[in-house]
DNA sequence: CAAGATACAGAACAAGTTGTTTTGTACTGA
DNA sequence: TCAGTACAAAACAACTTGTTCTGTATCTTG
């Protein structure tokens, strides 16, 4: 890729990035981005169609980075060492954002947040999907398998947000614990109506 | 209320309904909320500020007369019953949404969904709060009170979306009955690390 | 029912945004 | 070196936003 695409690109993407930190996505306005990065106006659309199509490349940038090296770790799919790498993979997640690659917690705790914790899940859904849905580790629990791994998922990006906004004050461990244990149920495949200990009705 | 107020603040709320079930958000304009709703440009401004204004005020509207109802249901405080009181406040909350009170439906599900449940959950978790975090009853848990509160609100609103992307085809009760399930141990005040079954290191 | 108050419609306005086109310049890679 | 490419700058139409003005219709209350 020629060099002067590759500084431009670097250039939107950054400006987007401090402007983004600062104010509301919506009203972030092309010009804003252009002046911030200091590109013609013409240089910024040859690169991206809209504003939107910017959102969605820097999204992919950020995302796939952290995913693709958790989609690598192996999958460990003994139901009891099960809890063991479930662990490891979520761990590996939060101790790979505390390391802030891209600055990407400021993304995830400015206004604009719920963008990128959207596009956060929805890439974990097909980690979680490729690590245990494939092999049918999910599907012993009397829930069904799509809503489990939505519960899983959504639960995991409400825990991250949970603890960034509480300034990251505690390990990375301490909240693998929180999360497991919230989920815990799931997990172990128990919660069968027959054998609940809760009788809702 | 002067009955003319009314009927265009009827109309500006059924036109902007109807556009936010049919586009994005972002890519309606005020001008086409005033086609719609067919009044006078001066008219929607003298009404609302902005159209953010007014996608606040009918959130408000919509989300108040919701959750105001399921205040008023007494809170059941034995720590067993509490799952029955639990139960019936959610429960009441699908069988309120079933009914489709002011179409709220058509929003939760359309292309802007994540706008409105996003409403949803921060007036449930007041919900939760006056329902049982006051009287401490969400305190004997290993996890942090706050941490809680955010899991179960989560919890409920993915589990309603879950409910409404699958077009409803469970009843209530079966629905609630999967919630309960998933967040079960944290309702139980259980997960004391020291007598938890699974040790994640 | 009369009269002052109020809500409304319509038009016009400046200021800003979006996405495109055109022209000329500077850089890159082979 | 040189052809191809990326870029800057300026101008453009079409659209959006929020305001102001003028005149009309409707409501309320006395």
Redesign the pocket.
Known sequence: M????Q??RDAIFSAFSVLLSKKNYNRI????IIDEA??????F???F???DFLLKELCEELFNHITDTAMGLPANHNNYICKCATDSVFLHLLKHLQENDLNILELLSCENNEIFLRYFKSNLKRLIISQYAENGELRNSSLPEDYLINHISSSFVETVSWWISHNMKEPPEKITEYFLQAIEPVLNGKGNNENSAFRPF
Chains 1, 2 share one sequence.
């Open positions: 020629d060099r002067r695409q500084k431009t306005s092309v010009q804003e200091n590109i013609g106006r013409t240089t659309y040859a690169h169609e809209t504003k």
